[in-house]
Nanobody
Framework: QVQLVESGGGLVQPGGSLRLSCAAS????????MAWYRQAPGKQRELVAT???????EYTDSVKGRFTISRDNAKNTVYLQMDSLKPEDTAVYYC??????WGQGTQVTVSS
Protein backbone atom coordinates (compact mmCIF):
# COMPACT_ATOMS: atom_id res chain seq x y z
CA GLN A 1 0.00 0.00 0.00
CA VAL A 2 1.41 3.34 -1.08
CA GLN A 3 1.55 6.10 1.51
CA LEU A 4 2.71 9.68 1.12
CA VAL A 5 2.81 11.56 4.42
CA GLU A 6 3.43 15.30 4.44
CA SER A 7 4.64 17.33 7.39
CA GLY A 8 6.11 20.73 8.14
CA GLY A 9 3.22 23.06 7.45
CA GLY A 10 2.16 25.83 9.78
CA LEU A 11 1.65 29.53 10.29
CA VAL A 12 4.47 31.86 9.26
CA GLN A 13 4.82 35.61 8.79
CA PRO A 14 5.41 37.10 5.35
CA GLY A 15 9.08 36.82 4.44
CA GLY A 16 9.50 33.73 6.59
CA SER A 17 10.46 30.18 5.70
CA LEU A 18 9.08 26.68 6.03
CA ARG A 19 10.36 23.28 5.00
CA LEU A 20 7.84 20.67 3.97
CA SER A 21 8.64 16.96 3.97
CA CYS A 22 6.90 14.05 2.28
CA ALA A 23 7.81 10.56 3.41
CA ALA A 24 6.92 7.81 0.95
CA SER A 25 6.35 4.12 1.62
CA UNK A 26 5.11 1.23 -0.47
CA UNK A 27 6.95 2.32 -3.61
CA UNK A 28 10.46 2.00 -5.01
CA UNK A 29 11.01 5.68 -4.38
CA UNK A 30 13.96 6.35 -6.67
CA UNK A 31 12.00 5.07 -9.68
CA UNK A 32 9.49 7.93 -9.44
CA UNK A 33 9.36 11.57 -10.30
CA MET A 34 7.92 13.48 -7.34
CA ALA A 35 6.02 16.75 -7.15
CA TRP A 36 4.43 19.27 -4.81
CA TYR A 37 1.03 20.76 -5.58
CA ARG A 38 -0.99 23.32 -3.68
CA GLN A 39 -4.63 24.31 -3.46
CA ALA A 40 -5.80 27.63 -2.09
CA PRO A 41 -9.42 28.15 -0.98
CA GLY A 42 -11.71 28.52 -3.97
CA LYS A 43 -8.94 27.75 -6.46
CA GLN A 44 -7.87 24.76 -8.49
CA ARG A 45 -4.98 22.60 -7.38
CA GLU A 46 -1.79 23.77 -9.08
CA LEU A 47 1.59 22.21 -9.68
CA VAL A 48 4.29 23.98 -7.68
CA ALA A 49 7.48 22.00 -8.26
CA THR A 50 8.70 18.72 -9.73
CA UNK A 51 11.88 16.75 -9.15
CA UNK A 52 12.74 14.01 -11.58
CA UNK A 53 14.56 10.76 -10.93
CA UNK A 54 17.79 12.32 -12.22
CA UNK A 55 17.35 15.25 -9.80
CA UNK A 56 16.50 17.88 -12.41
CA UNK A 57 13.77 20.24 -11.23
CA GLU A 58 10.99 22.46 -12.52
CA TYR A 59 9.02 25.23 -10.82
CA THR A 60 5.93 27.25 -11.50
CA ASP A 61 6.85 30.86 -12.27
CA SER A 62 5.36 32.30 -9.07
CA VAL A 63 7.79 30.36 -6.82
CA LYS A 64 10.97 30.44 -8.89
CA GLY A 65 13.89 31.74 -6.84
CA ARG A 66 11.99 31.28 -3.56
CA PHE A 67 11.18 27.55 -3.35
CA THR A 68 13.57 24.61 -3.68
CA ILE A 69 12.49 21.01 -4.20
CA SER A 70 14.89 18.22 -3.28
CA ARG A 71 14.86 14.50 -2.61
CA ASP A 72 16.71 12.02 -0.44
CA ASN A 73 16.34 8.58 -1.97
CA ALA A 74 17.96 6.92 1.04
CA LYS A 75 15.16 8.29 3.22
CA ASN A 76 12.36 7.94 0.63
CA THR A 77 11.60 11.60 1.23
CA VAL A 78 10.99 14.67 -0.91
CA TYR A 79 11.29 18.18 0.50
CA LEU A 80 10.06 21.63 -0.37
CA GLN A 81 12.10 24.49 1.11
CA MET A 82 9.98 27.63 0.96
CA ASP A 83 11.67 30.99 1.55
CA SER A 84 10.47 34.59 1.26
CA LEU A 85 6.92 33.39 1.77
CA LYS A 86 4.06 35.60 0.68
CA PRO A 87 0.39 35.64 1.75
CA GLU A 88 -0.53 34.30 -1.71
CA ASP A 89 1.45 31.14 -0.91
CA THR A 90 -1.24 30.23 1.63
CA ALA A 91 -2.69 26.87 0.62
CA VAL A 92 -2.84 23.19 1.42
CA TYR A 93 0.30 21.61 -0.01
CA TYR A 94 0.15 18.07 -1.38
CA CYS A 95 2.81 15.55 -2.27
CA UNK A 96 2.28 13.59 -5.49
CA UNK A 97 4.13 10.82 -7.23
CA UNK A 98 4.37 9.81 -10.87
CA UNK A 99 2.09 6.82 -10.22
CA UNK A 100 -0.76 9.15 -9.29
CA UNK A 101 -0.72 8.82 -5.50
CA TRP A 102 -1.45 11.78 -3.23
CA GLY A 103 -0.67 12.64 0.35
CA GLN A 104 -3.24 14.00 2.77
CA GLY A 105 -1.92 17.55 2.54
CA THR A 106 -0.38 20.00 4.98
CA GLN A 107 -1.67 23.52 5.59
CA VAL A 108 0.63 26.48 5.01
CA THR A 109 -0.64 29.87 6.16
CA VAL A 110 1.34 33.03 5.53
CA SER A 111 -0.04 35.90 7.57
CA SER A 112 1.05 38.66 9.91
Amino acid sequence: QVQLVESGGGLVQPGGSLRLSCAASGIIFHYYNMAWYRQAPGKQRELVATIYTRYNTEYTDSVKGRFTISRDNAKNTVYLQMDSLKPEDTAVYYCHNQAGDWGQGTQVTVSS
